[in-house]
């Protein structure tokens, strides 16, 4: 270093920060001198160098360096000449016999590549146990927990040193063998180069062959230098969980190799970046809806006519004075007399509008988002035209967006809902609040008699009606009706139509109509009309989809509106079974009674003695919840 052989420094630390190409702030671990830095900008520029004054070889203070062979390691007689902060040495030094001796020997077994335990045994908790000069047990897991974390830092970078450096040995094994012997050689020289040790010198002697802890913390580049990523620390938990792979594996080579893939950094950093953006798996997004296959069978079965405002003219001919009458010779003949009724429909504007700011249709490139809007509007004006033609739209009467409906006056404007038309065209069949699913069946049918519509009408009812129905069996366990075809001809309809919105009115159960019977009109222009704009202040595309009807039934008597009476909604409460003494417990609900072979049973225990059935029924004010389970098998167990 007098001579400027040696002027380079290499330095170790943690925790940078880098600010553009400069690192700014950083936590130094250790210094060393190196033949040849890494960095031009790091030199040393002023070295005074000082022997011991005895020649000995104690050393306190200093930082141990392994530069090779060109160095040897002093001792500094002054404070000024001392390194700042605590060297590994000092750290070493600092250790009592027996946190000494555990890092010798994880620092030679990482070294070695092989796993040694007293007497080539485990002790009787998988522990590696050492064995001291007095022939003391070591256990090392006991003496890592009373080193300090100075200490185990100083562990941990040791046995990852050795670690690397017995992988790198490892990977060039078919290098020859001169190169072995030398270092053999080199190895041997250096044992015999001094009878006694320090327990830094014994550090080194232990780790022959590893690698030089020593680290390059800049990295020399155009622009003055960049930080080096840190290396991976291991841990107190890492030691060992690499003692126990090793004595898994019998090697450290092994366990280390397992332990890299365990806590594996892959080749590339946030290699996620790489991967493709998440596409949309349709080009419309999935929609989240109503069932609205009923929509397009409503609207395509009404009659579609030209002119907005419906008019019908009705006759009554079942008075008495409409009757033929029979002659009498010589008395006078009388007129007949007709009553004629007749009530009026206008139109009304039914619309749906949307926007959308131009930077979003600009930036969505996953999908067509206009053509889906358009789409979207035309969707949801028919879905809502179509419930304003059976049941209303469901808004309140004063409610600023209701589509217009003249429910039961003679003179209106709007779409006339079928479920709120005057009796005259809706016939009204009201059932009890507690009807049961069959004799709902012998009700619509019985009132099927009423229906003066055109040809064989459409029963449309909720999706949870309909299955009650299909669910209906006799008493060998059999269904009453295999498909909704069959069930359609029990109650003398062509089909049978599940609509969702029917749902939002508990006491509607069904309508029947053909909606041939049912004028939608329209004037030229009052058909369902898109309109574009875009607004240049907002910088915003505005959608309108709207259309001017009306829509009336024009034949008296061609709806059956069925409905039951408000009641009170309750699910029946399972009863119990005790299979060891064949006891049936009926539970006592409040609107509920329970029903053995016809006949009702009160609630408390019953003795059965052949297999029995159990069904519940709602009593009067009351109906079961929709799909709720009213009826039950109870097995008999013979004796």
């Known amino acids: 270093m007098i001579h400027g052989d040696v002027k380079a420094l290499s330095i170790f630390a943690n925790k940078l920060q880098q600010k553009g190409a400069d690192v700014v702030h950083g936590n ?31 050393m306190v203070g200093e930082a141990i360096i392994y530069p090779g062979e060109e160095f040897s390691l002093f001792h500094a007689e002054s404070d000024d000449d001392k390194a700042e902060g605590e060297t590994v040495a000092d ?20 070294a070695s590549g092989e796993v040694r335990h007293s007497d080539d045994e485990d002790d009787e908790d998988g522990d590696l146990i050492l064995h001291s000069e007095e ?39 078919d290098s020859d063998e001169s190169e072995d012997s030398k270092d053999s050689d080199d190895s041997a020289k250096h044992s015999e180069d001094s009878d006694e040790s320090t327990d830094s010198e014994k550090l080194q002697h232990n780790q022959e ?122 008395s006078l003949k009388k007129d007949e007399v007709v009553t004629l009724l007749q009530r009026s429909t206008s139109p009304a504007t039914v619309y749906k509008k949307q926007k959308l700011d131009r930077d979003d249709v600009i930036d969505i490139t996953d999908i067509d988002i206009i053509a889906w809007l358009k789409w979207e509007i035309r969707f949801m004006l028919n879905e809502e035209i179509a419930r304003a033609i059976l049941i209303g739209d469901g808004r309140a009467v004063g409610h600023a967006d209701k589509i217009k409906d003249p429910q039961g006056q003679t003179d209106g404007i709007g779409i006339r809902s079928i479920a709120n038309d005057h009796e005259l065209y809706a016939h009204k069949v009201e059932l009890a609040a507690n009807v049961a699913p069959d004799v709902m069946i012998d009700e619509i049918t019985r009132a099927r008699t009423n229906y003066r519509g055109s040809g064989s009408p459409t029963f449309y009812t909720t999706d949870s009606v309909l299955t009650e129905l299909l669910l209906l069996k006799d008493k060998m366990g059999r269904r009453l009706y295999e498909t909704e075809a069959a069930l359609a001809a029990a109650i003398r309809v062509k089909e049978i139509v599940a609509v969702e919105v029917m749902e939002e009115t508990p006491t509607l159960l069904g309508i029947i109509v053909n909606l041939i019977d049912y004028t939608v009109g329209a004037n030229k222009g009052g058909e369902i009309t898109s309109f574009e704009d875009f607004d240049i202040d907002f910088n915003q595309y505005k959608y309108l989809m709207e259309t001017r009807i009306s829509g009336a039934l024009t034949k008296p008597k061609s709806a059956l509106v069925i409905t039951r009476e408000v009641g009170i909604e309750v699910t029946a409460t399972a009863p119990s079974f005790n299979t060891a003494t064949n006891t049936i417990t009926i539970p006592s609900k409040a609107g509920v009674e329970y029903v053995i072979n016809g006949a009702v049973v009160p609630a408390g225990d019953i003795v059965i003695e052949e297999t029995t059935d159990v069904s519940a029924e709602a009593t009067d004010g009351y109906y079961l919840a929709p799909l709720s389970t009213r009826n039950w098998t109870f097995t008999y167990t013979a004796a």
């Open 135 to 173: 022939d003391e047990e070591i256990d090392i897991d006991e003496v890592l927990d009373t080193m300090s974390p100075e200490q185990i830092e100083v562990v941990h970078a040791l046995i990852g040193e050795a670690l690397e450096a017995d992988g790198d040995d490892d990977d060039s094994d």
């Open 28 to 58: 130094i671990i250790e210094v060393s001198l190196v033949y040849k830095g890494a960095n031009p900008d790091a030199f040393i520029q002023d070295v005074n160098l000082q022997h011991a004054a005895d020649g000995s070889d104690t």
């Open 209 to 330: 062959g590893s690698a030089d802890m020593k680290y390059n913390a800049f990295e020399s580049g155009a622009n003055g230098g960049t930080a080096v990523k840190d290396r991976y620390t291991l841990s107190h938990s890492d030691i060992l969980e690499l003692n126990e792979l090793a004595q898994e594996k019998g090697s450290f080579k092994k366990a280390y190799s397992q332990f890299q893939l365990n806590h594996a950094d892959y080749g590339i950093e946030n290699i996620d970046i790489l991967f493709p953006d998440a596409r949309v798996s349709s080009s419309t997004p999935e929609l989240i809806a109503r069932q609205t296959e009923w929509v397009t069978k409503v609207i395509g079965a009404t009659k579609h006519s030209p002119f907005a405002k419906v008019k019908t003219i009705l006759a009554d001919l079942t008075a008495e004075e409409a009757r033929a009458k029979g002659y009498t010779k010589g």
């Open 91 to 110: 750290i070493v030094a600092g250790m009592n016999p027996k946190q000494k001796a555990a890092l010798y020997a994880l620092v030679s077994m990482a």
